[in-house]
């Protein structure tokens, strides 16, 4: 069974610069964040093994969070997206509305 994570920019220097890992086999996410480089696996699991509230966990489209966590199984060929939250930008209210013509446009805060 084979699974792919990709790796995001901030996390590449832990795994000499790759943007996937390729892992022969993984049943589970656990499983397959546990066969990650050290530095990798530390900035997605808190010193609990628990997935830190600031990463989110993907395979393929669906967030983890929904399916069972790192107790999520894996099927052969699926991609495990590693995704740093980002925070700031305007209250989700005011995005809404400035798409669906329903208030002002959004504007940018001051540099």
């Known amino acids: 069974m084979s699974v792919t994570v990709r790796i995001p920019g901030p996390l590449r220097p832990f795994c000499d610069g790759k943007s996937q890992i390729e892992l022969e086999t993984a049943a589970t996410v656990g499983a397959a964040i546990a066969a990650l480089p050290a530095g990798v696996r530390e900035r997605i699991l ?10 989110n966990l ?54």
Do not use: N, W, Y
């Not at 995005?95 to 805060?109: H, I, K, M």
């Open 46 to 55: 808190d010193e609990r093994g628990k997935l830190r509230q600031h990463v």
């Open 58 to 111: 993907f395979v393929g489209a669906t967030d983890i969070r929904g399916t069972g966590g790192l107790a999520t199984p894996l099927a052969d060929g699926v991609s495990v997206f590693v995704i740093p939250a980002v925070s700031g930008g305007l209250p989700s209210g005011a995005v809404s509305a400035a798409l669906l013509g329903d208030g002002p446009a959004p504007r940018r805060a001051p540099a």
